[in-house]
């Protein structure tokens, strides 16, 4: 058997000088241990000597591949997060325009204004902080779509938070509802919605708008990040 995550280390490696490369690692081959050297630090896998005529060639056939760009993804995920606070603002002119009572907005205008900010602000810091360049590959595809449901989930849900809307108490609740918006699965947690602020109305609407056209896909293909 072997010690450590010797299946996760897989990728296209070639034999240069005794040793084996791999774009930013470098590999050396012992008769009991397989060492990998990164920037991000050292991982040693160690072979009982019986199973190195077996394991060794194969883990070599395959070799060995440099990890997941994290910074590059984490960049990304600051222009999406930037792209969802431009998205948060088209609710405020409904909150204005059909204000209830004495008020001049419909209540849930500093809803949507403050998570607007709120994901800006995480936008930037995430897009400023990681400017890191480099090919995206599947890898970070995959994650850049994970993360990006999570975090548009998150920050999509602050409006019903915020705006305290009926049966959404607690953050699990409003994740809920934007999850399903953007998923467009067409759940929903919120209560008498004859009684809902238009402009949560409206938010609700458009994030199934959103999920359905596959806004994660097209903000990578039109957006310049």
């Given amino acids: 058997t072997l010690s450590g995550a010797m299946p996760g280390l897989v990728g296209a490696c070639f034999r240069k000088s005794g040793k084996y490369a791999s774009f930013r690692s470098e590999i050396s081959y012992t008769p009991c241990n397989l060492t990998t050297s990164t920037n991000r630090g050292i991982i040693t896998v160690k072979l009982f000597n019986a199973l190195i005529p077996e394991l060794g060639p ?27 606070a431009a998205m948060l603002l088209p609710p405020l002119p409904f909150s204005l325009a059909y204000a209830r009572g004495e008020s001049w907005h419909d209540g849930a205008f500093w809803a949507f204004l403050i998570a607007s900010l709120i994901a800006l602000a995480a936008g930037v810091l995430l897009n400023r902080r990681f400017r890191e360049a480099g090919e995206m590959t599947y890898r970070e595809g995959f994650a850049i779509v994970t993360f990006g449901w999570i975090a548009y989930a998150s920050f999509g849900g602050l409006p019903y938070l915020l705006a305290e809307v009926n049966g959404i108490h607690n953050f699990a609740d409003a994740f809920f509802e934007a999850m399903s918006g953007f998923s467009t699965t067409g759940s929903t947690v919120i209560t008498g919605l004859e009684h809902v602020s238009p402009s949560i109305l409206f938010w609700r609407a458009m994030t199934q708008w959103l999920g359905g056209m596959g806004i994660i896909v097209l903000s990578l293909a039109i957006l310049p990040f």
């Fill in 58 to 84: 194969k883990f070599l056939e395959h070799g060995i591949h440099s990890a997941m760009n994290l910074r590059l993804t984490l960049r990304i995920q600051g222009g999406l997060l930037i792209f969802l």
